[in-house]
């Protein structure tokens, strides 16, 4: 149900305030002027609804193009709509999202420059505030998400976004604002994970990964606003921290690639020492540490470092978010026990020189009590 207060003024009609009611029960006016949005929304298709608003833009953009050319002068050809919005959702339900392309072919050639997008401002659009009780993905619930946002100058400001769950918990911050006279969407904050694994099987991913506690933080931007974000385009530095958990051999693929950035098991399989923790179970770790710098479709990392029983493994190079590719250096340095007769370290192959003293300073003095081997990983 809705209930509406419009005003009319000359040939156009103005929304005053405004309540949308979904699912069950009676809409009823807010007090303030404010466009309230309550009840359970069973799926949100997040896919139309961007097509919808890149359509608007896109039809609003011809008429100013067609204006311009007959002389008429338009001074804002945006879509423009400031009235706040009130969340007051018992539920909203999100499509799980494909992370598979459905032609793999063409991904390579996503980052390559096409025509200029015309995105929405933040300075035509409306703030919003308010929570959903229950946030799901398809039939997981991620928890409760709540959003505090406010207007300074020309930008939209994310005060606070709040996700609290059973699996996921995130807490942060961003901004929406014009750079460069281009609009821009920053965020930074800290994404908590109970379980990795469980969190994959909310993606539809069951045997990539078992376990793993996982903290993620970092900051984020890209161009245009909150639903222009791309694998392609995304600016920005994390730092991963994953505990106690396992690889899995996973599916091939975008899932498979981002997730897995080193296939430990075909690794330590190549190996000739030990590897008495990879087993049918997978490559079982202590820990998972790094930090990543993406940009232009890519993360870089130079001190990615999987603690497991039987060694260490330091990763540094280049994964490929939108090629899904990778390009990168491993040092393996297993934990040989002290009583063993070896003294200083083999690093196998001319390029592992560059790797093994990258590996001195982030494994510490314990790699010159071992026998290291470096590899090159592409794919």
């Known amino acids: 149900s809705m209930a509406l207060i419009i005003k009319r003024e000359t040939d156009q009609l103005q929304l005053i305030k405004g309540a949308l009611q979904f699912g069950r029960g009676q809409a009823y006016l807010p007090t303030d002027n404010v466009l309230k949005l309550a009840g359970k929304v069973p799926l949100l298709p997040y896919e139309q609804w961007q097509e919808f608003i890149t359509s608007i833009t896109k039809k609003t953009a011809a008429k100013k193009s067609a204006a311009d050319a007959k002389g008429i002068k338009i001074e804002s050809a945006e879509v423009n709509w400031k009235m706040p919005v ?37 300075q035509n659009m409306p703030l919003v505030n308010g929570y959903i009780e229950s946030l799901k993905l398809g039939q ?102 994953v505990e106690k958990g396992a690889y899995l051999e996973g599916k091939p693929g975008t899932a498979g690639r981002i997730l897995g950035l080193l296939n430990m098991n075909a690794l330590a399989r190549r190996i000739s020492f030990d ?20 940009t232009r479709g890519n993360a870089y990392t130079d001190n990615l470092i999987a603690q497991s029983p039987s060694a260490k493994i330091l990763v540094t190079g280049r994964v490929g978010l939108a090629a899904e590719d990778y390009d990168q250096k491993v040092l393996v340095v297993p934990e040989i026990s002290a009583t063993l007769p070896i003294a200083g370290a083999a690093v196998a192959g001319p390029a592992g020189a560059a790797v093994a003293w990258v590996g001195q300073k982030l494994l510490g003095s314990q790699i010159n009590k071992v026998t290291a081997m470096s590899y090159t990983v592409t794919g």
């Open 140 to 241: 997981s619930v991620l928890g409760r998400l709540s959003i505090k946002t406010l207007r300074i100058d020309k930008s939209i400001v994310l005060d606070a976004l709040k996700l609290k769950g059973d699996i996921l918990s995130f807490s942060g911050k961003g901004k929406w604002h014009q750079w460069n006279n281009t609009p821009e969407m920053d965020m930074e904050g800290t994404l908590n994970i109970s379980s990795f694994e469980e969190f994959l099987k909310t993606l539809g991913y069951d045997q990539l990964m078992r376990g793993g506690k996982s903290r993620i933080t970092g900051y984020l931007s890209w161009p245009g606003g909150p639903l222009d974000y791309s694998k392609e385009v995304v600016e920005g530095k994390l730092s991963i921290n």
């Open 275 to 294: 590897f008495s923790d990879v087993s049918d179970k997978g490559y079982e770790f202590e820990k998972i540490q790094g930090d990543f710098r993406i």
């Open 86 to 122: 009130e969340l007051a959702l018992t539920e909203l339900v999100l499509p799980v999202p494909e992370l598979e392309d459905k032609n793999p072919s063409d991904s390579r050639l996503k980052t390559k420059s096409g025509p200029e997008k015309n995105y929405l401002s933040p």
